[in-house]
């Protein structure tokens, strides 16, 4: 155990661009932030990008970099992430896809890729889990949605494979194809075309299926799978760091990736990923495990969801509420406290972008700057400059007093 402790807060999505109907303020700049604004008055801030600059990130490759772990090395593909978000432990030769309920004719065109954007795939997820081909296990979890990642479990496994999901509609589905000569490829692709053909007949036949089409909803009967990769074999957080961690959030993805990194996952009730996420109670989470755990990384969604929706107002007002949650963050004194966002999400584009991304660093020993507003165009003002996301632990293990002397 370390003296001081750090808590780590991720804003999803949280940087944006201005918005002509906010006279040109981004959401940050629009909303009335004022425990945001003191915070980069009593610390250090500075503008980054998490992967590098002019690069979009996703927030898995983005949430790598904050925690040091380069994505550019550690990064295996979207699969496993999809994967370690449903819950699903993945073993050394495992390979993980992330996949969609989908919606193919007789001739196996796509129709929908989202199968009428379904709500709801655990039927389709328990019909197929744990089915056995060839000596091959096959895992499904459902996530959000129409969201269905899979993972392949066995011996002589390949993410070599092309993708199945063609990504636009109205053109038959790919065959799975080994992207290399090996054996292995040859074969996960052999066994992963079987499976495809007997999860398609078994789901046609699904009575929810025969309702939907009652309905005149698009059937889903076929998994469209995309972005094979094995098992990041990323280093342990406390291994890498010596420090004992613990991941305070509500969406998958984020506990997912904490999980990979042997990070300590809370259930916290009222911590739903969205905009109604009760973040009173990460706060209360926090409080109670703060004297066990030295560094906490504590994730709020709910900015990005409003952005990907270019809901402008609703992100001011959400940025409001997570501002209340960084002021009752000041009880814990002695900590390294860290505010920042993966990537920025600009509501105009309603997707990621390249944008860099406010930061500030308190500790009460801080060399403090004078950033008086914390937003985009305030914090870039600030002391740490323009930085990247692989900076940043770095620097808080140094506030920590925690780092090693490069040098004699
Ligand atoms: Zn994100
Ligand atoms: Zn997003």
Redesign the pocket.
Known sequence: MSAKKVIFVVA??MGDRPIPQLNRKTPLEAASTPNLDQLAKDGISGAMNTVDIGVRPG?DTAHLALFGYDPNVYYTGRGPFEAAAVGIEMQEGDVAWRGNMGTVDSDLVIKDRRAGRITDVTPFAEEMDGTIIDGIEFILKPGSGYRLPLVMRGKGLSDQISDVDTHVAGVKVHEPEPLDDSDEAEFTAKVLKKFLERSHEVFKKMKINKKRAEKGEPEANYLLIRGAGFKPSLPDFKAKYHLDAACIAGAGMYKGIARMLGMTVFDIPGATGKGDSDLHAKVEKLKEAYDEYDFFFVHVKGA??L??DEDYNGKVKFLEKFDKMVGELRQFEDAVIVVTAD?S?PCTLGE?SADDVPITIYSAEVRDDDVEYFNERGCAKGRLGHITGMHVMPIVIDLMGLASMFGA
């Open positions: 999803d999505g927030s990005d969801p952005s990907h990537h999400t990621h």
